[in-house]
């Protein structure tokens, strides 16, 4: 277990250095090809009304899991945050992310062997390459979640910054490739996919409002709140209750006499 944890940072590394480079090769491979190569391409490749269903199921099977499953269990992490250790909400949220995340990684288990199986994957476009490294990297997530070291270990820092930066990642690069596919449907099948678009469109800013917004709205709520004894601040800086103190307290009579004293000599 240990071998695999200092390891994992390197297979990750590795991994995306073989794998993602190849979707930018894909992409400069379709832009330099001619536009009767590609109404050739297009004819060739003309769906059957089977095949469009399968293609139609792999992709919501896909949305489902990586362009609302996934950032779902990524929300579900990040609220957990803000509960008291080994709480009941705490323990919730956990045992939400980790079932989640499960079961993401099995849709899109389905959802790849759909496409292997049935669709036709000759891997020289950027949607099917992206496809690939990213069902590969669901996996290596899964293990880097289930080899999670014990809390004050050394190990859990560099853990914890892997499996963060690996499943924001698999997110974001998920949710490009949904929009890569409903394109590819488009050209494949000459059927719209406007109203696809801007539904998920939606669905990415609402999540992505929440999930900048969740973390403010207790201090939004505070803001409205006078809190009882509170120092009086101006300017974010505390003011010493001595000083107040100072100017309130009457000057010595004998201090006031010889003012005046001096004020007619």
Known sequence: MQVFQKLAPFTIST????????????????MNQSVSHKSIRHNFHKLSPKM???VAIHGFLLWVSLGFLM?????????SRREEPRSKRLKVFFYLHVFVQ????LLATVGAALSFKKLENSFTNSHQRLGLALYGAIWVQALIGFFRPKRGKR????????????????????????YTGLKAYSNKTSRSTTLWTILFTAEVLFIAFFYLFQDKW????KQGVVLDNAPITVSNQQIPEGIYQK????EPCGKRSRLIKNLFD
């Open 102 to 105: 499960i079961l993401s990684a």
């Open 247 to 250: 100017e309130l307290q009457p």
């Open 15 to 30: 991994y995306c250095v073989i794998l993602l480079p190849l979707v930018g090769c894909s992409f400069h491979q379709e």
């Open 218 to 221: 207790e201090y939004i709520q």
């Open 71 to 79: 950032p779902l269990a990524i929300l579900a992490i990040r609220m």
């Open 155 to 178: 190990e859990r820092s560099l853990w914890y910054f892997v499996h963060w930066m690996l499943g924001t990642m698999i997110s974001l690069c998920g949710i490009i490739n949904i």
């Open 52 to 54: 469009t269903t399968d």
